[in-house]
């Protein structure tokens, strides 16, 4: 072999093949793949004169075909979806997905790598609530499993999925703006995590794109599953009240709903409002609440292939893909009140 095919690795089968570095990996492993792109992939190999290393094959030898999921609170429907979009992807590639709950907190957080080391797991997906933490990032480090990080920035050289927040919610405060709203509120948790900064970016983004003042309109509750009915109920109180509502998680947008309704507004005659993330609850709702919704399946793909590519070629450079946000709008937006008349 010449020092040219020294240096080729399953990125340049993939491409002479014709297909995704997955694809190219899963005929490799032969899971998962159709006969015709097992061919292909063969073929490209073969005349490429690639071969999987002996590390690699051992390790593909003794895949426990588990993976490990480390959410930080299951208790949030959102994530709740993101787990079934997961779990149904790594079955169709004969992996079964073993949850564990962060709780937002650290120490069961580092617990539960632990845990999944301990088991020998194949892989892990995880969406740490304590980003930051030096001691979560040194146990993430000491894997001795690939990870996969799932809309967090989390030090180190690691695959991640990244979700678009900063540029769904310009779009959501821009379509606002457009209507004629400017008194726009924000209701987030406080939680330090890519996603909040990311919102927060997004909102004081927009409006200074359109040359307006930032508002003074961010609320950012205790929790995720906390009630934002007292924080939403002094902002309705205000001369200057908010003709708009962009509101985070299920269990905000229902304290929230009922504050407006407390108060005797009504949606959207007196105060559109617009949630972050789809849910029954929003769908069902009357009105029906716009909302900002990740593609639960296109993430799940995008993670489920960073990480069985990776663990499948290990030498891989870190690789980040990144997904957008979609807005549905329903029956719970309109132009203010007073922009209407």
């Known amino acids: 072999m010449n020092a040219g095919k020294q240096k080729i690795d399953l990125r340049d089968v993939a491409r002479l093949a014709g297909v995704s570095l997955g694809s190219a990996s899963r005929a490799m492993n032969g899971a998962g793949a159709s006969a015709a792109t097992q061919e292909k992939v063969s073929q490209a190999a073969a005349a490429l004169g690639y071969r999987p290393n002996h590390a690699a094959r051992v390790l593909r030898s003794r895949l426990s075909r588990t993976v490990g999921c480390l959410l930080p609170d299951i208790s949030n429907p959102l994530y709740a979806q993101v787990f079934r979009a997961l779990e149904d992807e790594f079955l169709r590639h004969d992996y079964l997905l073993l949850l564990a709950n962060g709780a937002n907190d650290v120490d069961r957080e580092v617990k539960a790598l632990g845990t999944f080391t301990q088991r020998g797991m194949d892989g892990v997906i995880l969406a740490p609530g304590n980003e930051r933490n030096a001691e979560l990032v040194e146990a993430l480090r000491l894997l001795p499993m690939p990870a996969v990080v799932f809309d967090r ?42 996603p909040v900064r990311r919102r927060v970016q997004g909102f004081r983004t927009a409006f200074q794109a359109a040359g307006l003042p930032v508002p003074d309109l961010l609320v950012q509750a205790r929790s995720v599953t906390a009630s934002v009915n007292a924080e939403v109920t002094e902002l309705l109180g205000r001369p200057d009240r908010p003709s708009a509502l962009i509101v985070q998680g299920t269990h905000m947008l229902n304290s929230a709903l009922r504050a407006i309704s407390a108060r005797g507004l009504q949606v959207p005659r007196d105060i559109s409002v617009v ?18 919704d990740i593609d639960q399946a296109e993430t799940a793909r995008c993670l489920v292939d ?11 450079p870190q690789r980040k893909a990144r997904v957008g946000l979609r807005y549905v709008e329903r029956d719970s937006v309109a132009p203010p009140a007073r922009a209407s008349r």
């Open 275 to 292: 949630a972050i993330g789809d849910t029954p609850f929003a769908a069902e709702h009357d009105p029906a609440v716009s909302v900002l």
């Open 153 to 194: 920035e989390v030090s180190g050289a690691h695959d991640a999925v990244l979700i678009d927040h900063a540029g769904g919610v310009r779009r959501v405060v821009e379509r606002l703006i457009g209507l004629g709203h400017r008194n726009i509120a924000l209701v987030l948790w406080q939680g330090d995590t890519r």
């Open 306 to 316: 960073l990480l069985l590519t990776r663990i499948a070629e290990n030498g891989l």
